[in-house]
């Protein structure tokens, strides 16, 4: 005899209940966490390398980052003096928030401000799992082409804030700003749209000004 | 190309309810999967046969249903399906909508039967 039994369960659910966890834990500290998204080779470390850089003195950030294979990132990223913790998935093609939950085991949330997630080079596994962050932040380098969100909607839909980079490369390249605007546009009318080169410095003060809103508001929270 | 983990997750949960029911066995499981799930059918089924194929829980089917983007119109609550592309409102030509559907990675049913 053959029955049906009705579930109604996240494929995910296992993820879902440790990001869900990660996520109360971020709250209670007040700690602002963003996951930063791309294609291999968009900029996601060339950008955080700045935003360490820039960010004002009395900041307390620190960084997780992840990769297939390799340690390069993190030795990039220490040069800056924030704490930074290299995720070697070796093969797996995105961050889940088991990885997260145990790269953060031995750090006291408390002491920090602000933490930073490096996924993995991808624009498609990582928008499938939630790490508990507060906002997913999709990087697009105007070498790639226009098309981009319309051929990843799913990433583009999950995004707060699309960050723009490489455009000191627009005089050389056949990138139609406004139509990729406009296709992020289409995908996901609500997420903000910020301009950025790392090279110029061009677009990173309104940039660092979006992370300085979250974490002002978070360390509110917290006093 | 994260189908073989998310088949893995579908097949614990598969383990996990039948392990409460001694005696019987699953034979299929209802997978629900939305247009933004970046998630390919084909790949899934891939990955979910690949497992399965000489293991205790074949011949173990999976039944995937695939849902399209639906959109509610915040101007005029007109909804529509959606090609993912394009989110005009079909009644009023506004762009501000909000997402109902196409989100789902979901496990619907498990069909079991007498081990």
């Known amino acids: ?223 | 190309m994260h189908e073989l983990s998310i088949a893995s997750s579908i097949i614990e949960t598969v383990r996990g309810e039948i392990a409460s029911r001694p005696g019987r066995r699953a034979t299929a499981v209802g997978v629900r999967i939305g247009a933004l799930a970046a998630i390919d059918a084909d790949a899934l089924r891939f990955g979910f046969d690949a497992i399965v194929k000489d293991s205790d829980l074949e011949p173990l089917r999976i039944d995937i249903e695939q849902i399209d983007r639906r959109q509610r119109c915040l101007d005029c609550s007109t909804e529509f399906e959606t090609d993912r592309y394009t989110l005009t409102c079909p009644a009023c030509g506004s762009l501000r909508g909000a997402c109902i559907a196409g989100e789902e990675l979901d496990i619907t049913f498990i069909e079991v039967e007498e081990a």
């Not at chain 1, 995105?94 to 490096?118: G, Q, Y």
């Open chain 1, 1 to 223: 005899m053959t029955d049906v039994i009705q579930v109604q369960k996240k494929v995910l659910s296992e993820n879902a209940r440790i990001a869900n966890e990660l996520r109360e834990k971020f709250a209670r500290t007040c700690v602002t966490v963003v996951n930063l998204i791309s294609a291999p080779g968009s900029g996601k470390t060339r950008l955080l390398e700045r935003t360490l850089e820039l960010l004002p003195d009395g900041v307390r950030a620190a960084v997780l980052t992840g990769d297939i294979q390799t340690e390069k990132d993190a030795e990039r990223l220490a040069r800056f003096g924030y704490p930074v913790r290299q995720i070697t998935t070796g093969g797996t093609c995105h961050l889940d928030a088991t990885m997260i939950e145990r790269h953060l085991i031995d750090w006291d949330l408390d002491d920090l401000d602000i933490l930073f997630i490096e996924n993995v080079g991808n624009l498609v596994c990582p928008s499938s799992y939630d790490l508990g962050e507060e906002a997913k932040i999709v990087l697009l380098s105007v070498t790639e082409g226009e098309e981009k969100p319309l051929k990843y909607p799913s990433i583009f839909f999950k995004a707060k804030l699309i960050v723009l980079t490489k455009t000191d490369l627009l005089p050389y390249v056949p990138f139609d700003l406004e139509l990729a605007k406009l296709n992020a546009r289409s995908i996901n009318a609500d997420a903000e749209i910020i301009e950025t080169s790392c090279q110029t410095g061009d677009g990173l003060t309104q940039w660092m000004s979006w992370l300085e809103a979250r974490v002002l508001r978070n360390a509110a929270v917290r006093s």
